[in-house]
């Protein structure tokens, strides 16, 4: 690919697998500098071993975890310090627990929106107002088709829930930073190949959920 990114600075969290790790690798090969975060720190570490050593990108890994607040701010303020200042943000981090409605527990549901809506926006406003200050970047969100449409199986109330929140965040920020230089976005995938939904696969088949089984 051509070195279309011009060397600019992007951050991808739950970048060690599924959604994340293609994008960071794709960061990477179009000559974007990459920040690669995750709470998996082995494999946040190996995925951008790999992804160095098969690009040739400028990549490092930071341990984040999206729910701590404290911990996003660090990590911009970190990542500023250390001429690497985020021009390009991929909230991605995300889980899918399953659970019917009725028998969510307080805390899965409490860490679904989390990690998930929280975590989100956490990363929006720490990445997001360094990007204002500088005049320019690009914020993407993981949303999902779940958060637009009753696609999802059932048993997925949180994360149906917290993606329709997540699309409705963005068109809020997208208006509100309209004129800072600073876009705004969300990608709302179908169905993708990921260890989300290989799990999800192995539950359809146990439950007999015929929209997902395999022709």
Sequence with gaps: MTDSL??????????AGGIGRATTTALAERGGRVVLT??????????????RRNTNGEIRFEPLDVTNPAAVTECA????????PVYGLMANAGIAPSSAAVDYSDELWLRTVDINLNGV?????????????????????TSSI???????????????????????????LGVEWAKTGVRVNAVAPGYTRTPILEALKAECDSLKWPHLEQK
Excluded at 77 to 84: F, N, V, Y
Excluded at 126 to 140: D, L
Aim: charged share 25%; glycine share 16%.
């Design 121 to 141: 926006f956490w990363c929006c406003r720490e990445f997001g107002k360094r990007m204002i200050a500088r005049g320019r970047g690009s914020v993407v969100t």
């Design 6 to 15: 011009g060397g600019d600075v992007f951050l991808v969290t739950g970048g």
């Design 146 to 172: 779940a958060g637009f449409r009753t696609v999802s199986p059932e048993r997925h109330a949180a994360y149906g829930a917290t993606k329709a929140a997540v699309a409705h965040l963005v068109g809020l």
């Design 38 to 51: 995750d709470v998996d720190e082995d494999a946040g570490s190996q995925v951008a071993d790999e992804v």
């Design 77 to 84: 303020q970190k990542l500023d310090d250390e001429g690497w």
